[in-house]
């Protein structure tokens, strides 16, 4: 879906700040042009196993700013989790040095995308209108998923669209 909805070229510099196992590279058109960042071990190793040509790192994405480098960023943020700024790296870091996670992605996101880039965020369809509104606000589309399903259910909604009508998106 996510390729479709933003018709990726071969040569697309893709990011996403939080990868998880990497659910949102599949069917990248160029995988060797996929970079990833992802803190969990599991989620990295297994991201690691099923995209060897991606450009992954396991670390703190927080310790990872790039600067106007990529055409597309795209992610499924981490919501509601407060995350340390120590380094005060953040604009939107409240004066206890912590951003929620969601903010943050946001701010990771328009650092690193190219001028003329494009960032796509897959987000429950219970987010609140002020998460919604502050994605859109960032310059952000928004896909949402079934909120029941959680990130699997996401991925099977792909699918599904994919499978109905595979030549409407690959």
Request: glycine fraction near 8%.
């Amino acid at each position: 879906l996510i390729v479709r909805a933003l018709g990726l070229p071969g040569s697309a510099r893709v990011y996403d700040p939080t990868c998880g196992s990497g659910r949102l590279f599949w069917k990248m058109p160029n995988q060797a042009l996929c970079h990833g960042i992802e803190v969990e071990t599991d989620a990295f190793r297994i991201a690691r196993a099923l995209y060897p040509d991606a450009q992954l790192l396991q670390d703190d994405t927080m310790l990872h700013m790039h600067t106007d480098s990529f055409d597309y960023i795209v992610g499924n943020p981490p919501f509601t989790m407060y995350w340390e700024d120590s380094n005060r790296l953040f604009q939107n870091a409240g004066h206890n040095n912590k951003i929620v996670s969601e903010l943050a992605i946001l701010e990771i996101a328009t650092r690193s995308v190219r001028d003329g880039g494009y960032i796509a965020l897959v987000m429950p369809g219970n987010v609140s209108v002020e998460r919604i509104e502050r994605a859109r606000a960032y310059g952000a589309s928004v896909l949402f998923s079934d909120p029941l399903e959680g990130s699997d259910g996401a991925i099977r909604m792909v699918r599904r669209l994919v499978a109905a009508e595979p030549e409407k998106y690959f």
